[in-house]
Nanobody, 122 residues
Framework: QVQLVESGGGLVQPGGSLRLSCAAS????????MGWYRQAPGRQRELVAA???????NYADSVKGRFTISRDNAKNTVYLQMNSLKPEDTAVYYC????????????????WGQGTQVTVSS
């Protein structure tokens, strides 16, 4: 069993910053890709940023230059540093983690965090 615990959301004024964290625990052999998605009311969930086990990153065009994704493999944690926040960044943010385990053979499974609300408003 794997648990993902997110933290760091909240209310911030336009131009402000927030840092999201997502810690994975439980039955984990290795963690592959880690990422952040967001879903605003009435909209589909979209990829915000992702990072591979090797540290390669990719970002949605709308957040490039403002958001930074990073990971601490020793802590099984992924972070999202969000700067210069805009009202259109308001959404529920979800972490997504691809985890490998072994049970006679290797297999991978995808897990989602519970979501954390980010609201950008004056």
């Amino acid at each position: 069993q794997v648990q993902l615990v997110e933290s760091g959301g909240g209310l911030v004024q336009p131009g402000g910053s927030l840092r999201l964290s997502c810690a994975a625990s439980g039955s984990i052999f290795s963690i592959n890709a880690m990422g952040w998605y967001r879903q605003a009311p009435g909209r589909q969930r979209e990829l915000v940023a992702a990072i591979t086990s090797g540290g390669s990153t990719n970002y949605a065009d709308s957040v490039k230059g403002r958001f930074t994704i990073s990971r601490d493999n020793a802590k099984n944690t992924v972070y999202l540093q969000m700067n210069s926040l805009k009202p259109e960044d308001t959404a529920v943010y979800y972490c997504n983690v691809d985890i490998s385990n072994y049970s006679g053979s290797y297999y991978s499974s995808e897990y989602w965090g519970q979501g954390t609300q980010v609201t950008v408003s004056s």
